[in-house]
Structures are given as C-alpha cells and as structure tokens.
C-alpha cells in the first residue's frame, strides 16, 4: 500500500489523470511502468523511435499511423499525459455511468473513439477523408493483391456510400453515420484497459 | 384452393403408406409358377427401399402442408407441427396396424439422420463469432452439461429416496446415467426454434455452440454411466473414476482431431479438384460423412468431429471451389440437413404412440421436468455471472434468461434413451417416455412460448445489416490498431492471438490448403466490394424492368447495334445467345483484325472460332451433362445484358432530366491480368477491361478523379480474359466518349456538357458535336481515329478507311 502510493507520487498529474481518463491509480501505475520502459533513455518523454523499437508494429499495416496518433499536431515528443490519454480511448465504455454529461468527457466515449479511428484516416487534419487518404489506407491494408484500379474503385465505392453531401470527401459526421450500427464499444477496446 | 390440394395429396399418401405397410407385412410366399407370368407383384424385392422412400416423401409432405400457411407457422414453430403431424401418422399407423411399426431407431437417427444436420451447422458456422466466444461456449458446454447431469440424476434419486416416485427399480447409478442422457442441449432442436426468433447474433451462438459441443460431454457421460451400470456399483472405485475424466479428454478433443484431420483432407482434395468440378461438391458430404463415422468407429465424439471439420473446411472450401460448385455445396447441404430435421420430428411424433413402451408414474415425469427447468437456469445464470467478469462486453440478465430457456432438448436424448440396455435398466420405458415428454415439452411448448417471450423481454435481435465498404474498412482498421496498442501498451490481448493465428495461417495454411488462384484474391474488402457491386447490377435491373425500359430491346435496329457492341467489347462468352450473329459484325471483325495488327498478334482464327462457337452453344445449352461452363457463360451474358439495359436506362433518365452524369461502367480484368497493367500503366481509373463477373459501377463524375494519362495501345495488351482468346476488335476508351459516359450507342441524347468530365487529355480535343461523338463512339468497332484532331496518342497506328457516317447504323 505505502508504495503504491509513493509510486504514485512519481506520476505527474497522478489524480488529474485518473479523473479525466477514467484510469484506476493500478492501471496508472502499469502504464507508467510501461512508459518507463518503452523510454529507453529515461528522457521522460518518448520519440518515435522509441515507438518504433516496439516489435509488433512494424508488422503492422497502419503502425506508423498509430504512432503518428501519440505525437499530437507539431510535437514530436510524448509525454506520460498524452500517452496516457491516447490509450485511454480504448478503453471499455463505462455502462453504469450517468449520463449527465461527464460521459462525453471521457476519452472512451464513442464520439471520442471515433473521432480517434477518423483520425487515423485523417492524416492532414482538415477534418475530413479525402478520396488520396482513403487509398493510402486501403493501399496499406490491402496489400499486392489487388490492383491501382481495384484500389481506386473500391475507394470510389467507399466514399459514394458514405459521402451525404456529395463533397466527395467524408466529414467525421458522416464517418460517425456511416459507423452507427457498429458496436464501437467490442471494436475498439481493450480488456485490461477496464 | 391450394391448401384444398395439398390436403387430399397428403391424404392420398397416407393412405398408401397405410396400404403399403399392411402389405409389407404380409408375406410373400413363392408359389411355384404354372404359367408365364407377364407381370408379377415385387414387392418383397424393395420394400425397405420403397418404404424408406415413401416415408421421406411423406414427412417433406408434412412440411408442405404446414409451410403453406404461414399465419400458424407465425405462432408455433415448425418443429411442433411437424411432431404433431407425427401424432396423427403415428394414429393412423396404429389404427392399421395395431401396434407401432415405425418408430425412430437410433441406428437410423445417429447415423442416416444427425451428420447432415452436424454438418451443415459445422460449414455454415460464423467462424470468428464462435471462436471469439469459444471460451463461453465451453465453460457452458462441458460445466454446464455436467452439472446438469448430476444435479438431475441426484435430485431424482434423492426424491426417490424420499418416497416421492412410488417403487421404482431404479439405483443411484442409473439416475445419473439418466440424468446424463436428459442434460444435453439438443442442436436439432435448438436450431429449429431460434431459426425463426432471430436473437442477437452472441446470444444464439453461445447456446447453439454449447448444443454443439455437449456431445463430447453428453457420450462420455453416457459412456461412462453405461459402464459404471454395468460393472454394477461395487466394482467402481478411484481408478474408475480417474479413468472416467480421462476418457472424457480423450473423447473430446480426440473426435476434434478427427474432425480437423477431415477438414485438411477435404481442403486439400478441393485443391486439387479442378478438373472435375461436376462432382466436386461430393466430396465434401463423403468425406463429412466419413469423419462421423470414424470418430464414430473409434468411439471418439461424432458430432465434435463432424462440426470441426465444417468450421475449419469452409474458408478452404470456399475459396478453392468454382462459384457454382459452392452455391451446390450450400443448397445441397441445406436440402439434407432440413429435410433430416424435417423427419426426425416426424418420427419423434410417431415414436410416442406406442402402447407398449408408456409406462406413467406422475412423480418421476413431473419432477424431472421440474428439475431440468430449474437447474438449467441455475446453471446458466451461475456460470454466465462468473464469466462475465472476464467478457468485454458482458452479457445481460434478460439474454441469460433466454439462454436458460434455450435449453431444448430432442432427439439425441431419445436416441440414447431408446439405446439403453433393458437388462440392465429394468425401467427403461419409463426412461424412455419421460424423454419423449421432456422433448415435446421443450420443443412444442418453450418452442411456442419462446418468441412471445423474447418480445416481451425485448431482447436484442438480429440485426440484418449491410456492411458498407467504409465499415468493412473501418473494422479492419480496428483490428490492427488493437494489436498495434496492445503492443504499445506491452500486454497480451485477445488481439494478440488472433492476429498471431491470423499470422500463422497466412503462412502455413494458406498456401498448403488454398488453391494458388484462390490465394490472391482472399480479401475480405475485396470480397464484399465484389459482393456489393453484384448487387447493384440485379437491382438497377430489377429496376430497369419496372420502368419499362426494356423498349429498345423490341427495336430490331437497337438489338442488332447492342449486339455488335456486345460482340465488339466484350470477351469470351458474352454474347448473347439468342440471335444469330450478324455477317455485319464478322466483316467488321476482319476490317478491325487487319488493323490491330500492328499492336498485337491476333488470330483470325480465333476470332471465327469464338464466334461460331458461341452460336452452336445455345442449342448446347441443357443437353451436356458435364460442361457446365455453357450454363456460366449464359449466367454471365444475362448479366452483361442487364448491365447494358442498366446503362442505357440511366443515359436515358440523364438525357431526359440532364441530372446526374451516368455511371460509367469501370470493369476490372482478371488478376493475371492486373499485373501487366500495374506495372504498364499508372493511376488509371478507366480500364475496360472485362471479365465475367468483376465490375463495378461508379459515378464517374468528376475529371478531377481521372488521371490524365490516357490508355495506350498497349492497354490492350491486357484485355485478355483468362482464358487467352481476347477479342480484337475491342477498342478501349480510346476517345473521350468514353470519359463522357454515354454508351456511345446512345449518344444521340445531346451532350450536354454538364454531363461530361473529360479528362485533361480529352479537354484538348473535345469532340463538340453530336455527330462525332456518335461517329468516334461507333469508331469503337476501328482502332483508328478518324479524328484529325485526335489526342496525341502516338501509338496509334495509322487509321484504316472509316465506315460511312453513323447514321446507316443507328
């Protein structure tokens, strides 16, 4: 118990944190470990190459996405906050919380969860997918089997399902309309995130 | 008036089975013959085979008869009628015949009747949903079956114990072997009464997976009771026990291994299998059949062996077979799977009446119906709030109530009821008619009162939904972002597994059990592209209909027009079969042959034989049983045809309203294909390149969307279906009427230059008349330009003399 809460005491922010994120103080404690970690050389902040020397994600079609998703606009180094408040958007959705507008607040709502998937599509930030950044994706995802022209079709598909107001780009409502029958909630959570 | 028919032909059937299995008793003593008989009564010769067949025909008449009027099916399933109407056959039977001669033996029911079923479940099974629930379906199937068995087995034997059940001749043992024939969720049973309540989608995978995969449990429960009654209770010691739980892994996970065993076997038999597509879809039920009766014959797990050799053969399957060879697969499976089902409730109704085998006794009925109810709620409830603390999502009180009162038992508890040894068990007729009134209960009374009760609990339902692309995605994106924060993160997650599985396979299983061609095209986005566009097609067909715009077809001119565009841009297989080819289309060929000479060899003979072999194929068409490529080649120019209906349906409400640019028709060639073109060309949005079934309709509205690198000759190159032969006189786009999107046959609607997106190449020279669009697009025929002020295509060779003016030809 006493060196919980002493390690706590490492954490900057420890019960801000917890509050806005939702993150009980032992799941704060393990991501902090987790931080220190990946901080290699104990800067206090991690880099992108920090990121990348995890394994898994160079395997991964969208891991450089991911890691672009920590570094906020223009910075280009983490901090344990914004770590924390990243992955605080897989977590599960509290079911048994009131409604009464601390809901929303939270990073694991369903508008934020979504607005975190929008953002990986999103790469420039102009607040909607363009039909250049929907084939990037699918270019990633997809892989060699299929074809520029297969790629280009199926994005033109993508977007003239999803795209309401026929600007040939799809804003992040359309995305969320497109979304709604999808339980964001199993899709996008992680279980010992809870 | 229908339903007037259909009764007297059910009547009429009865009673021939009625006559028929009188005369099959009497025997048939051979006289010797005095004379040479012209025709002689046979009937000994196949009176099994006659009656198997007449009572397969009498029960799917059943089912006629109950599907005609879907106002009852509404409230009662089917499968409660369908044992009722067992009730009225089975009067009849023993109104003739004074004693029951049909029943369900269990040699008939476990091996001629439950593998389809098995089967079926296991191939149509979701996959990810049952394996991303595995760990419920599980702890359900194996805890839950066992606590059923003993809590059963000793609550009727402690109230016997108690007096309650008056004097039976039956010990402990023999109580838990009941218990354990009486705790299994039945499948058949299961699948029939929630195939027409439509729960949400985990709901009922939970329950029809454990009705699955409690038959490890239920046959080594069964097993070992049986042997434990037999040994009689004093010679069971630890040892026996021991031997007991080990019998059960062995059990389980060894009919599972014969069942994944199976499974390879059949993936890598579809593999090879190309060259005898007929009976392909065969194998699949042979070798399913095979892996129940091996398990069966090694004492192992059938149903376990069965379904896992469905769920793992089907991706494989799937993938390696022709389209139609697995549209055969799915039909067939699904004709014997329901029509079984349809039987085995039936008989399940005729089976009950039987004079000999009811024996009553009021307390031992009643509390095991009591029992079973109850403890099936506990259990479930018991071990669903355990399990939900480990669930992401966990499962709520009101799917739990449904999931106890899913519970169905039927005919596999029969079955191993009518099983038990009468020497050993002395009360086996009472065994046997609680079964039968478990089973009616459950089936006929919880299956009416289960979709009232799922109204009124407002469970979830299914959600028929279709995926849209950007959700197909979307999903994609999610699963390999999980793993990518699972790995920041530095856990291990279900995500962790799955795409460690998902690894593993891509290396190993993939290409050991798929076929090379089917390799490439596994994508799940593709796959539902693909799906979405087939979709479209047949709906703007149906469309097209209803508007009536099949009038150009009517227009003789129109038809000969369509043809030759028909024969000119379409590959192999296209063209219509119904009318002789016109001469005019083959000397057009010649002219075009001669001119695309330079680009690519071509083979006049080629070309000849392509054409006559099309016409000849529509009196081909029917009369071969082993060329089934006629029948695809007709499926895939009907749907050219619909296409191009489509196409000049839409050019037409554009031309009238000047609305929405049409669509274009972008068609995708063949994979072998896209190679040479991704590397000859770039972003080219408008290859028209055919091939049977891939293509797509998109909006083709904006130029901005158009890259400006035009198609060169070279394009051509790769317009080659599959099979090689590639008709020549093809022209691709050309010329911008192609970027314009008006089928040039239609061209004579006005270009409207709101409806044209030319590309950046095509702005240049921008044909600005009607006539020449017309001209240009009816140039599609001639590889040249009659266009002086034609893109600055170098590759074109020099143009030949140009038809005369469209106007002949429209």
């Known amino acids: ?194 | 008036m229908a339903t007037l028919w259909r009764f007297t032909l059910f009547l009429c059937m009865l009673l021939m089975a009625c006559g028929g299995l009188s005369l099959a008793r009497g025997g048939h003593e051979a006289a010797p013959i005095t004379t040479l008989p012209i025709v002689t009564w046979k009937w000994h010769h196949i009176s099994v085979q006659y009656l198997v067949a007449l009572w397969i025909l009498v029960c799917w008449l059943c089912k006629l008869i109950i599907e005609a009027n879907h106002s009852v099916t509404n409230y009662i399933p089917e499968s409660a009628l369908l044992i009722c109407s067992g009730f009225i056959l089975g009067g009849m039977i023993w109104g003739a015949d004074k004693m029951q001669t049909f029943s369900l033996s269990p040699t008939v029911f476990f091996y001629f009747l439950l593998p389809q079923i098995i089967l079926d479940s296991g191939y149509h099974m979701p996959n990810k949903l049952f394996f991303t629930n595995l760990g419920a379906i599980l702890i359900h199937a194996v805890i839950g079956t066992c606590w059923n068995a003993a809590s059963l087995g000793l609550s009727l034997w402690g109230c016997h114990m108690g007096g309650a059940m008056g004097d039976l001749d039956i010990g402990l043992l023999q109580y838990l072997l009941f218990g354990s024939l009486m705790a299994a969720v039945d499948p058949v049973a299961v699948l029939a009464v929630f195939d027409q309540v439509h729960v949400n989608e985990v709901l009922f995978i939970i329950v029809f997976g454990e009705s699955l995969l409690n038959d490890g449990v239920t046959v080594v429960l069964f097993n070992v009771f049986d042997a434990f009654v037999s040994l009689g209770g004093g010679r069971i010691n630890a040892a026996e026990i021991v031997k007991g739980i080990v019998s059960f892994f062995v059990v389980a996970f060894g009919g599972s291994l014969v069942g994944i065993a199976f499974g390879i076997l059949i993936a890598l038999l579809t593999r090879c299998t190309k060259n005898i597509q007929i009976i392909e879809p065969g194998f699949i039920f042979v070798m399913g059949y095979l892996s129940y009766l091996t398990a069966e014959m090694l004492s192992l797990s059938a149903i376990l062996s069965t379904t896992f050799c469905g769920v793992l053969c089907q991706k494989y399957v799937r993938a390696n077979m022709d389209e139609s060879s697995v549209q055969t697969v799915k039909y067939a499976m699904k004709v014997f799977a329901n029509g079984s089902e349809t039987i085995i409730f039936v008989f399940l109704g005729i089976s009950a009446i039987d004079k000999v085998i009811w024996v009553w006794n009021t307390g031992f009925i009643l509390l095991t119906l009591l029992f079973i109810f109850v403890y099936r709620f506990i259990g479930v409830f018991f071990l669903q709030w355990i399990l939900n603390r480990y669930r992401l999502v966990p499962i709520e009180l009101i799917d739990m109530v449904i999931m106890s009162y899913g519970g169905l038992r039927g005919a596999v508890a029969y079955g191993l009821a009518v099983l038990l040894d009468e020497n050993k068990i002395k009360e086996k007729n009472l065994m046997i008619c609680t079964t039968l009134i478990v089973v009616y209960f459950t089936v006929i009374l919880q299956g009416i009162t289960m979709k009232p009760l799922v109204m009124w609990l407002k469970v979830k339902r299914a959600e028929v939904t279709e995926v849209s692309l950007l959700e197909k995605m979307t999903n994609k994106m999610f699963n390999h972002t999980l793993v990518a924060i699972e790995d920041i993160s530095g856990q291990i997650g279900d995500n962790y597994f799955r795409s460690k599985w998902r690894h593993f396979e891509e290396k190993w299983m993939t290409p050991l059990l798929m076929k090379p061609s089917a390799r490439k095209k596994q994508d799940e986005v593709f796959d539902v592209f693909h799906q979405l566009n087939l979709k479209d097609a047949m709906e703007y067909v149906t469309e097209g209909e209803r508007s009536g715009s099949l009038e150009f077809v009517r227009n003789d001119s129109a038809i000969l027009d369509f043809k030759k565009k028909l024969e000119i841009t379409d590959m192999i297989g296209f063209l219509c079969s119904r009318d002789p080819i016109p001469s005019v289309s083959l000397e057009m060929h010649e002219q075009t042959m001669k001119a695309m000479r330079e680009a690519e060899a071509v083979d006049a003979h080629h070309l000849l034989d392509q054409h006559l072999y099309k016409s000849r194929k529509q009196y081909r068409h029917g009369f071969s049983r082993s060329d089934f490529k006629i029948n695809r080649d007709e499926k895939e120019v009907q749907e050219i045809f619909q296409r191009t209906m489509r196409n000049r349906l839409e050019s037409f409400k554009s031309a009238k309203m000047g609305v929405s640019p049409p669509k274009t028709i972008v068609k995708h060639s063949k994979k072998e294909q896209q190679e040479k073109v991704k590397t000859k060309r770039g972003n080219n949005k408008l290859i028209f390149s055919f091939s049977f079934l891939d293509f797509e309709f998109s909006e083709g509205d904006s130029a901005s969307g158009y890259d400006s690198s035009y198609p060169s000759f070279s394009m051509r190159a790769t317009y080659r279906p599959g099979d090689g032969i590639e008709n020549p006189a093809f022209v691709p786009d050309l010329y911008p009427t192609d970027l314009l999107q008006i089928p040039p046959w239609l061209a004579e609607s006005e270009p409207d230059s709101s409806m044209v997106a030319p590309s950046l190449r095509a702005q240049a020279n921008l044909p600005n008349s009607p006539m020449e669009m017309r001209r240009m697009g009816l140039l599609r025929t001639s590889t040249r330009s009659t266009d002086t002020k034609q893109m600055n295509n170098d590759q074109f060779p020099p143009p030949p003399t140009p038809p005369p003016p469209p106007s002949g030809h429209m």
């Open chain 1, 1 to 194: 118990m006493g060196s919980s809460s002493s390690s706590r005491n490492k954490i900057p922010n420890a019960q801000e944190l917890m509050d806005q994120t939702g993150f009980s103080s032992a799941h704060l404690l393990r991501l902090y470990d987790r931080f220190e970690c990946l901080d290699r050389d104990n800067r206090g902040y991690l880099s992108p190459d920090d990121f990348e020397a995890v394994g898994g994600l160079a395997m991964n079609p969208i891991g450089g996405r991911i890691i672009d998703a920590f570094f906020s606009s223009g910075q280009d180094t983490v901090d344990f906050s914004s770590f924390v408040r990243i992955l605080a958007h897989f977590r599960p959705t509290d079911r048994n919380r009131n409604k009464e507008g601390t809901q929303q607040e939270l990073p694991n709502s369903r508008t934020r969860k979504l607005k975190f998937a929008f953002q990986l599509y999103d790469l420039d930030r102009d607040g909607k997918i363009s039909r250049e950044e929907l084939l990037q994706v699918l270019r990633a995802m997809l892989g060699l089997q299929v074809t520029e022209e297969q790629l280009q079709s199926i994005a033109e598909r993508a977007i003239q399902e999803a795209d309401l107001d026929k600007d040939d780009a799809i804003s992040f409502d359309e995305f969320k309309k497109s979304l709604e029958k999808v339980d964001i909630d199993t899709k996008m959570s992680i279980g010992f995130l809870k």
